[in-house]
């Protein structure tokens, strides 16, 4: 790796410092956190069928695989820090740039870091009970809302935002430091997920009974059945959510233009493959029915393979997996605020070069204290439902703005094209809205707060860009 020269008398810049094999572990270490060890219980609770959880793995694993070729193009197009931001704004207008980097700073960055966290307070929660015990439980009204909101402090909580107070200091020490220690969390992560497969295809006696009805969904008369799909997307979403955050570190990238596509591609094929894998030994070794209960899916699927003993091993990797995709973020995220600030499209004090290591320490602490935040008032299924609303959104606005630019920018150098383009963005694109329409049809609270948090960017915008004028 090498780290550009600056030039004397210009300000520091973010250092390109990422090579390949860091790249591709940065997109396995996003995606790969601790979702697919905890939420197959929620797909499961959406369908009634072994075959269909695990259809709903495949079909997300595809419309992700598209939208992967779709950031591909994006991102080798313009390789610089901002991601979505650079992408919306030139192919969409400055508004729509700007509406993503505030969403993303605001609650999809540190809210994704956040179910990250929650879902560690689960696997703690298995190997030292005590520590999900409640402090003390609260409960409130809330305005549109039937049934009461129980707020619930446990000491976990506060061991996670150490976690996020570590990772936001590890990040801050600069970008090859933390390229290299994002390839050894990934490869932990991998061995976890090949580990638990290879026992499960070896694992000697009858399967569990895979057909057992289990949790099933059960249409209603305003949800049917591509209703209870479309949700049963959600949590899978919520594993996948990651893929698209190489491009936001375009800008620390070594030779971008052919490193961003095939690390995109590389490392999402191998999650796709790992967790429809994994999903199907979860279904082998505890059954459809023990499945759709499980609170920790993947550790009780280890209990019936290797004893408790064995699984709390296990769990306790799980738990540096679900660190290294905490990091991930923290590596990622950041670069967004800090890209708008450099425009004068955000807070000043974000776009702050740290001079010693040239990363985005304003950035990064202003992350990690709203992720701090949302792990002490969220829960985990709280926390991707509203997230997962926000980001998908925005994922259709990203396949729109390619389109737009092939047409308005046929010019623009693309070391990498869509593969059966416009099909595939098309299908992205269509996937993405309907997965956001469901989940504020089904959940209207939550998704209502994630887009009352976007429309509240509208004035700032105009704010700021008023005083760049001036």
Request: include cysteine.
């Amino acid at each position: 790796m090498h780290v550009e020269t600056l030039q004397r008398g210009q300000p520091p810049g973010l250092a390109r410092g990422l090579g390949l094999w860091a790249a591709t572990a940065i997109v396995v270490g996003t995606m790969i956190g601790q979702a697919v060890f905890l939420v197959a219980s929620d797909v499961s609770s959406d369908v009634d069928s072994v075959w269909k959880a695990v259809g709903v793995w495949m079909v997300g694993g595809v419309i992700v695989l598209f939208g992967v070729l779709c950031y591909a193009e994006l991102g080798a197009a313009m390789p610089e820090a901002g991601g979505e931001y650079l992408y919306l704004g030139r192919g969409l207008g400055p508004l729509w740039g700007f509406l993503f980097g505030w969403t993303s700073s605001m609650i999809m960055t540190p809210g994704s870091s956040a179910i990250v966290a929650a879902g560690l307070l689960r696997f703690v929660g298995f190997v030292r009970p005590s520590v999900t015990t409640p402090i003390f439980v609260w409960s409130l009204h809330l305005p549109f809302g039937a049934q009461l909101y129980s707020f619930t402090f446990t000491t976990a909580q506060p061991l996670a935002v150490g976690t996020v107070v570590l990772v936001t200091a590890l990040n801050y020490l600069g970008v090859r430091t933390v390229g290299y220690l994002q390839i050894l969390l990934t490869a932990v992560k991998v061995l976890i997920m090949v580990a638990i497969v290879i026992l499960g295809v070896v694992a000697t006696g009858s399967p569990a009974a895979g057909s057992a009805p289990g949790t099933a969904f059960i249409p209603s008369s305003s949800h049917g059945a591509i209703a209870a799909f479309l949700m049963a997307l959600v949590p899978v979403m919520a594993a996948y959510n990651g893929f698209q955050g190489l491009g936001r570190v375009g800008g620390e990238l070594l030779n971008p233009g052919q490193n961003l596509p095939r690390a995109a591609i590389m490392g999402t094929s191998l999650v796709i493959a790992l967790y429809v894998a994994i999903n199907c030994v979860y279904f082998r070794v505890l059954g459809f029915t023990q499945v759709a209960k499980s609170q920790h899916v993947a550790s009780d699927a280890v209990v019936r393979l290797l004893g408790h003993t064995g699984a709390l091993a296990f769990t306790i990797a799980m738990i540096v997996s679900a660190f290294g995709a905490i990091h991930a973020g923290f590596l990622t995220g950041p670069r967004v605020p800090y890209a708008m600030a450099r425009d004068g499209n955000f807070f000043g004090f974000a776009k702050r070069i740290q001079p010693k290591f040239r990363t985005p320490s304003g950035a990064l602490l202003f992350q990690g204290c709203m992720t701090s935040t949302l792990v002490l008032t969220g829960t985990y299924q709280e926390l991707y439902s509203y997230v997962i609303f926000a980001v998908w959104i925005f994922f259709g606005l990203g396949a729109i703005a390619l389109i737009r630019l092939r047409a308005t920018e046929p010019e623009l150098p693309r070391p990498f094209r869509v593969w059966g383009h416009p099909w595939t963005t098309i299908v992205f694109g269509v996937a993405a809205f309907a997965i956001s329409a469901n989940l504020w049809l089904v959940r209207p609270l939550r998704s209502s707060v994630g887009l009352a948090i976007m429309l509240l960017g509208v004035p700032f915008f105009y704010r700021w860009r008023r005083r760049s004028v001036r």
